[in-house]
């Protein structure tokens, strides 16, 4: 099959009510092409899980900012203002997850588990509607698995056959999220023959990646 795409053709597969995860942290290696397609193609209700927000006008913060999330799943809103008065004026839901937790939860999905054992968040409103088990004495929350319908992550260089290298930074969430959906979309900054990407720079193995769209470089 062949991953090499549009943006059109890839974006198509998006539809009103999906669960969708974006890597990146605050735009750093966000797919910023594939989510100014889906600001102009205006899919809504949809149900992002990220990092963060990002910002009002920039990365996944403009579909915040278009109203075309009723849900969002992540660990940091701050730096954009218009998530928390969304959130505030009840006219998105929010969920906020602490980092590694929401790391470990997207982790899970892709291994296949069926959830982990972590302390964190005891004694706070991130325990409500958990269940607690205790383990030698010690409590834990049960942390179910999150998983999507489609993953829209970013990568430096991707070859033809979809085996992805993140640079620096970029790595964020990129790799977790392309374990944990039902159809994974990348972003390239350069695309390259297969056999030209150094297999030990290999972030993202091909067999995770349905589709590939060139991205700015």
């Known amino acids: 099959m062949k991953k090499l795409v549009s943006i059109e053709k890839a974006i198509s597969h998006i539809e009103d009510g ?3 995860m974006i890597g990146g942290f605050l735009a750093v ?3 910023e092409k594939i989510i100014d397609a889906l600001v102009e193609k205006g899919v809504n209700n949809l149900t992002i899980i ?8 920039k ?4 579909l915040i900012a278009n109203k075309q999330a009723k ?16 959130m505030t004026e009840g006219e998105t839901e929010v969920i906020l997850v602490p980092q590694g937790t929401l790391a470990e939860q997207v982790r899970s999905a892709g291994a296949g588990l069926g959830g982990f054992l972590t302390p964190t968040g005891l004694g706070t409103i991130v325990e409500e509607g958990k269940d607690k088990i205790v383990i030698d004495g010690q409590t834990y929350l049960l942390e179910k698995p ?13 070859d033809e056959k979809g085996n992805c290298y993140h640079a620096k930074a970029t790595k964020n969430f990129n790799s977790l999220m392309a374990t944990a959906a039902d159809v994974v979309i990348v972003e390239a900054e350069k695309i ?9 720079m290999v972030n993202t193995p091909s067999l995770f990646v349905d589709y ?3 991205g700015d470089k």
């Open 146 to 158: 999150l998983k999507a319908d489609v993953a829209l992550i970013h990568a430096t260089v991707v």
């Open 192 to 200: 390259v023959p297969v056999g030209e990407l150094d297999p030990d």
């Open 50 to 57: 990220a990092n963060d927000t990002s910002f009002v006008d």
């Open 18 to 20: 999906m669960t969708i």
């Open 29 to 31: 290696g966000t797919p």
């Open 212 to 214: 590939i769209v060139e």
């Open 59 to 62: 990365g996944l913060g403009k």
């Open 71 to 86: 849900k969002v799943i992540a660990s940091h809103i701050g730096t954009n203002k218009e998530t928390g008065r969304q």
